[in-house]
Each structure stands twice: as C-alpha cells, then as structure tokens.
C-alpha cells in the first residue's frame, strides 16, 4: 500500500510523472507564485499559477513534504 507521490498536484500530460513544484515570485508584481514543472524534461510541461488559494494550498503540500524540489528555493 504505496502513497502516491504528488497526489495533490498535477500530472505531466506527456510522461504522467509528477510535476514539480517550485515557489516562484514575480518580478513586478513581487506575489509568490507557483512554477510546475515535469522534473523529466522541463520541455513537457511548464506552468505558471499566481491563483492565490492555490499558490497557499501548494505551499502548504511543500512545508509538509520538504523533500519536494529539495527544500532548496528557487530564486528567480
Ligand atoms: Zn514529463
């Protein structure tokens, strides 16, 4: 009985591999956002959410599995 990893967050339509999730912040508007990203090939799906409900919920899923992007934050 596996957990699935990622079961919150969406699939790759390409591969079906977890996307993964990075904490972005915009560069005008300084809000946090969330960058997906296939950790395969980042050429299969790339995705930028600034909904903020969203962008909370997702960061809650990164404090809880800190194994996600491997804690490291992104700082572009
Ligand atoms: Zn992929």
Known sequence: MKK??????????ICKGGLAAKLT????????????????DGRHFRGFITDRAYVEGVMNI?????????????GH
Request: hydrophobic fraction near 25%; glycine fraction near 8%.
């Open 4 to 13: 699935k990893l990622n079961n919150e967050l969406p699939r790759c339509p």
């Open 62 to 74: 990164m404090e809880s599995k800190t194994k996600i992007n491997n804690g490291v934050p992104d």
């Open 25 to 40: 912040r915009g560069r005008k508007s300084g809000k946090p956002s969330i960058m997906l990203i296939c950790p395969k």
